[in-house]
Every structure is written in C-alpha cells, then in structure tokens.
C-alpha cells in the first residue's frame, strides 16, 4: 500500500489507500471485490477479472491506472479504479467504485469517491467521470448514489450479448448484404494474438478517429492521441494479461488503406466470453456495410479458431443508433445499462 489518500478522521476506522501494484496480495484483494461486487450486481453477465489482466492494464503505458482499496477496521470491503485513458496531463479521469454487499451504507463508496477526486485535482484532472452499471433500465440504485456524488448523468451505453454460433438463418442474410455492398472495392481481413506490423499505423489512425467520432456528445471528449506504438503496446497488454485477441480490418482496395476495423479480446478469466472493445469505419467510407463486414468476419474466427468462446460482449451509446441497429440484427440483446456520470471539479 501507498500512503493513504485521504486520510479518514482519527476517530474512524475506515482507510482508502492506493494499491502498490508490486504487494501482489493487495493486487488479489482488489480484483476479488471487482469481480464479487460484479457478481452480485450482474451474475451471469459480470465482466470477471484476474490479477494478469489487472496488472496487465495497470502497466499500460500508454495510460496511467491507479487502484484503491478501502479498509474498515483492517477488513477490506470495497475497491476504485482510476483512469486517466489519454495519458498523464489527461483532464478527464474515469473512475469506478464498488463496495462489498455487506459493507454499503456505511459511506465507504462516498470515501473511495473522495479520494479518486483529490487524486484527479492534484493530477490537474477539470472532471471525473463514475461508470456505473445495473441490471435495471433505470439504473438504480447505482446511480442514486452517483446523483449523490454530485455528477450528472452524461451518457447511456447498453450492454449487449450474443450468444453463439448465430444461426445461419440470421447469419447467411446478413453476409449476403455485407459481401454485396462492400466484395469490389474493400478486401476484409482478419488477424488473431498478433497483428501485423502493416496495419499499426492505420489502425492508430482509426483509433483517433474513434476517439472523436463515436456519440460521446455529452461528455465532449478532445480525442486521444493514437500512434503505432500505443496500438502495439494495446496488443502486448492483452497478450500479458493472458488475452486471445481478433480483430478485422477492410482495406480500401484502391489506396491499401485501412478504413474500418472491429476487435474482440477474451481473457483466461472468463475463457468463454469474448468482450468487444471497438469498431470504426472512417467517415469517407461508410454506408458500405464494412461495420457489419468486419463484425461478420471476427465472427467467424471465433466459430473457427476460437469455437470454445460461446458469447460476445459489447457496448454501444444509446444514441449510437447505426451500431445499435448492427447489432439487433446480429441478434445481441441487452443485458445492462451503463451510464457515465460527470462531476466537474
Ligand atoms: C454504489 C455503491 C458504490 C455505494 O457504496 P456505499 O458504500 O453503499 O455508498 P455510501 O454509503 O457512501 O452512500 C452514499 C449515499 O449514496 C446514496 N446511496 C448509496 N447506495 C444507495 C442505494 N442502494 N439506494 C439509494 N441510495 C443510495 C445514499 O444517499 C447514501 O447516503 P445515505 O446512506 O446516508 O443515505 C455500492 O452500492 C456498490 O458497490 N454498488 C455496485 C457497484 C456500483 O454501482 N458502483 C457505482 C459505480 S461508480
């Protein structure tokens, strides 16, 4: 442990303190309460962690992740997560918060709040952003705790599920459509564990373009910056966190330009479940259908190279209406509501 970052009153027990990435126990300690807190929330449909992937993200580069613990009593009963996803100098930090079932109530979220918060002023963060989930449409009681936090709500993402194999009457229609509108102009091709070296620069291209062109309107995001390297760093990350990854590019025919991709990774933990992270199409390039062509195609090396994983996860903004529409006729059905709620500093 760190020294604590918000020192509790000396008449109480309770202590926030910010994980020593190298003290492997604390390490286990906080993805047990990630994973138990995801349990009772969602069962079936929790996102579940390891200590691979969590030192693995934590050690990204390219970002700076910090984790809390709280302790009551020496007893730990709840665990935060803080992000800065553009880097140090970032000013939005995205945090997490979850306290064990028999620990709530006792303001042990407020303080795991308050804490991240201080850490984001003395970053120089202007927002925090809290990501809080529920089984329940109207999000509670998750996001009443954030209305007290003092946030607004900024946005509404659904998540998803596929069951697989996707049957063939919904499969075969849709490649049909997909191959028409984009087999003369547009090669789609997929790699799985490694991607080539060919495709870091585009790829970092697409990922820029992500960052500013996916419905994020009320949160307002600047970009982010993509390079090669951070793409590789992203793979390697995966990879040590005991990641299989896929992801399928289209490649413009004309220029050998990447113009569209989509990426799926799934973890040892949940060695059945691949979780889908992003897909883009640049703007020049869209009503082609390669949105659905590279999803089609991640799909079928999964049914391929991967037929153990039985369900893809993904996560798309309410008001992304164009991949939400992909999405229902692939057959996805939602499972949660996440909302993202800011709280400006
Ligand atoms: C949301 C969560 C973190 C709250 O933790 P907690 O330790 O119970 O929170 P606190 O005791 O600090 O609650 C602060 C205030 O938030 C509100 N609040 C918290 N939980 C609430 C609930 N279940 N219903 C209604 N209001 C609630 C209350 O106003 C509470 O003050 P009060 O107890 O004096 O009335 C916890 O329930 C949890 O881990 N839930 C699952 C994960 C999640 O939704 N995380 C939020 C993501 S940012």
């Given at each position: 442990m760190t020294d604590a970052v918000n020192p509790a009153s000396s008449d109480s027990s309770l202590r926030v303190d910010r994980v020593d990435l190298a003290v492997d126990a604390d390490v286990a300690q906080w993805t047990r309460v990630r994973n138990e807190v995801g349990l009772a929330l969602l069962g079936d449909d929790a996102q579940l962690t390891s200590v691979e992937i969590v030192r693995a993200m934590a050690q990204r580069s390219d970002q700076v992740r910090e984790l809390y613990l709280a302790r009551d009593a020496g007893q730990v009963v709840g665990a935060g997560s803080f992000l800065l996803p553009g880097g140090p100098g970032d000013t939005d930090a995205e945090v997490w918060v979850g306290v064990l079932p028999e620990g709530r109530r006792g303001g042990v979220g407020s303080a795991v709040v308050a804490a991240m918060e201080a850490r984001a002023r003395e970053l120089g963060c202007s927002r925090v952003v809290l990501d809080q989930t529920s089984p329940r449409e109207d999000g509670l009681p998750g996001s009443q705790f954030c209305v007290e936090m003092g946030c607004r709500q900024s946005q509404l993402v659904l998540g998803l599920r596929l069951d697989l194999p996707v049957p063939a009457e919904i499969l075969t229609p849709l490649q049909e459509r997909a191959t028409s509108a984009s087999d003369a102009a547009y090669e789609i091709l997929t790699a799985w564990d490694e991607i080539p070296a060919d495709w870091l620069d585009d790829r970092a291209h697409l990922a820029s373009e992500l960052s500013t062109e996916a419905p994020d309107a009320a949160i307002d995001h600047d970009g982010e910056h993509w390079d090669a390297e951070r793409v590789r760093t992203l793979w390697l990350s995966r990879l040590a966190g005991g990641g299989r990854a896929v992801e399928s590019v289209a490649i413009?025919?004309?220029?050998?330009?990447?113009?569209a991709f989509s990426d799926l990774v799934a973890y040892a933990s949940m060695p059945h479940v691949a979780s889908q992270s992003d897909t883009v199409v640049l703007d020049e390039h869209r009503g082609h259908r390669l949105g659905l062509a590279v999803k089609l195609a991640n799909l079928r090396t999964l049914a391929e190279e991967l037929p153990d994983i039985t369900a893809v996860r993904t996560w798309t903004a309410i008001d992304n209406t164009h991949m939400l529409a992909i999405n229902r006729e692939l057959g996805f059905r939602v499972v949660e509501w996440t909302r993202m709620w800011v709280k400006e500093l």
């Open positions: 413009d025919r004309a220029t050998g330009q990447l113009v």
